[in-house]
């Protein structure tokens, strides 16, 4: 049995490493159940999403693949269906997740660590893919793992995110933040008995940047990028970018 999550999301999303505490005691317990709670909330699109961002990745041999805060591992697994001569790796900040992707990995094709984004075990300019599935919003501070990437990505090398897309406008952004807060909370409640469960995505994309804002962050961190497509009425978003040269 885990510890019952007891610290409120927003009082400790505002410095990295509250971040890192509240993400790692959050995801401890959401665990056990996190892939029903995935499917309910994002009414069973998720599934969907993840394979088109797979589909939007481009053909390669023999990638080195990474995947960040995999979870339970539906992307990493994925990755490893479109990749079969490539070297495929999750990684995690939580153990309770990598466990359970350990468990689902029985052929054995992908490797998982547990590992937080901010500082990846990989040499310099060593990757061809990498992706994230509602990891980026997660991050302790996210201009520090966009530099942590460029610094693993090979030049020229791909990444692919799915997230929640925050929209410009004060207005839009309350409908947001109040749409996931009550949604969120309901399956927090319906799975744990615990609202902040699942509850905390709303105060996860307050200092979250809004979608042009994250653009120009890409671009400021040498991320070209590619294409992006919207889904779900604009709620979630697929960004396609390139890693650029630096001199
Ligand atoms: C919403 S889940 C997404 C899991 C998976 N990618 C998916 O799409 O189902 C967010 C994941 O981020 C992980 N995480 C949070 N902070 C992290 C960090 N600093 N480094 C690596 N992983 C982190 C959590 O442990 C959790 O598994």
């Known amino acids: ?12 999303l505002d410095s990295s490493e509250g971040k890192r505490h509240f993400n790692q005691k959050h995801f401890t ?23 088109r961002l797979i589909q939007g990745l481009p053909e390669l041999n023999s990638p080195y693949c990474v995947d960040i805060a995999c979870g339970t591992g539906d992307v990493t697994f994925l990755l490893a269906d479109k990749y079969p001569g490539g070297s495929i790796r999750g990684v995690d900040l939580t153990q309770e997740m990598i466990d359970i992707s350990n468990e689902r990995n029985q052929n054995k094709l992908v490797s998982f660590s547990c590992q937080d984004m901010s500082q990846l075990d990989v040499p310099d300019h060593s990757i061809d893919i990498l992706t994230g599935s509602y990891a980026i919003r997660n991050a302790p501070d996210l201009d520090e793992c966009l530099s942590e990437f460029h610094r693993a990505m090979k030049p020229g090398g791909h990444l692919a995110f799915l997230d929640f897309c925050k929209p410009s406008s004060k207005f839009a952004q309350s409908c947001q933040f109040w749409t996931l807060k009550l949604w969120g909370s309901f399956w927090g409640l319906l799975l744990h008995g615990n609202p902040e469960v699942h509850g905390y995505i709303s105060a996860s994309i307050k200092n979250y940047p809004a979608n042009k804002e994250l653009e120009q962050k890409f671009s400021d961190h040498h991320f070209e990028v590619v294409k992006s497509q919207r889904f779900f009425f604009g709620m979630t978003t697929i960004h396609f970018l390139k890693s650029l040269h630096t001199n």
């Open 1 to 12: 049995m885990t510890e019952k999550l007891k610290i409120k999301a927003k009082d400790h």
């Open 29 to 51: 317990e959401s665990a056990p159940r996190y892939d029903i709670a995935t499917r309910g909330l994002s009414f069973g699109q998720d599934a969907y999403w993840k394979k």
